[in-house]
């Protein structure tokens, strides 16, 4: 089992920034990719950002060029810093973890809210 603890969240201005953090607990050694999904109010929960144990990352087009995901392995945490934050990017965000058995893991998430 991976437990999964998100911290970072906050109210920021519009082309203000945050940063997400995720650390990760439990058979954390398992742990495979690691992401960041993100849901609005009457909206789906969808995929904001991902990255590989070997430090690849992939990212949601709303966000490219504002946010950048890394991972430090030996802390078994995830970042999201989010940059030029705009008020569509108002949600919860959830860190999301693959063992090794592809067993998906969620956090409890984070409130972002982004002012105009």
């Known amino acids: 089992q991976v437990q999964l603890v998100e911290s970072g969240g906050g109210l920021v201005q519009a082309g203000g920034s945050l940063r997400l953090s995720c650390a990760a607990s439990?058979?954390?050694?398992?742990?495979?990719?690691m992401g960041w999904y993100r849901q609005a109010p009457g909206k789906q929960r969808e995929s904001v950002a991902g990255i590989t144990s070997g430090g690849l990352a992939n990212y949601a087009n709303p966000v490219k060029g504002r946010f950048t995901i890394s991972r430090d392995n030996a802390k078994n945490t995830v970042y999201l810093q989010m940059n030029m934050l705009k008020p569509e990017d108002t949600a919860v965000y959830y860190c999301?973890?693959?063992?090794?058995?592809?067993?998906?893991?969620w956090g409890q998430g984070t409130q972002v809210t982004v002012s105009s």
């Open positions: 439990g058979s954390s050694f398992s742990i495979t990719a």
């Open positions: 999301n973890a693959y063992d090794s058995s592809w067993t998906q893991y």
